[in-house]
Nanobody, 124 residues
């Protein structure tokens, strides 16, 4: 069992930056690939990006590529989502996710563990 807790959400102006954190507890953090999803108001949850177990490989959705960066610190059992050049359409609840196998794209059903989500609001 893995427990995931996101933090760092809030209100930011368009063009600004925000960094989300996801702290993991339970079984060995480095055994899991980690991902981020988001759910915008009135929309379905969508894949944002992922990082492999060692942190050496990342992949992103086209809508955030070049603006968002995922990293992890296995010593701290934490994964991060650095969001730059934020747009109003980035407003969403952001979720941290974990699963055993890495992949360049994750479907919702492939996720083993979810965090509770943190709200990010970008004002224009």
């Amino acid at each position: 069992q893995v427990q995931l807790v996101e933090s760092g959400g809030g209100l930011v102006q368009a063009g600004g930056s925000l960094r989300l954190s996801c702290a993991a507890s339970g079984r060995t953090f480095s055994s899991y690939a980690m991902g981020w999803f988001r759910r915008a108001p009135g929309k379905e949850r969508e894949f944002v990006g992922t990082i492999n177990r060692s942190g050496s490989v990342t992949d992103y959705a086209g809508s955030v590529k070049g603006r968002f960066t995922i990293s992890r610190d296995n010593a701290k059992n934490t994964v991060y989502l650095q969001m730059n050049s934020l747009k109003s359409e980035d407003t969403a609840v952001y979720y941290c996710a974990a699963r055993g196998a890495y992949g360049s794209y994750w479907s919702e059903t492939s996720v083993d563990y979810w965090g509770q989500g943190t709200q990010v609001t970008v004002s224009s």
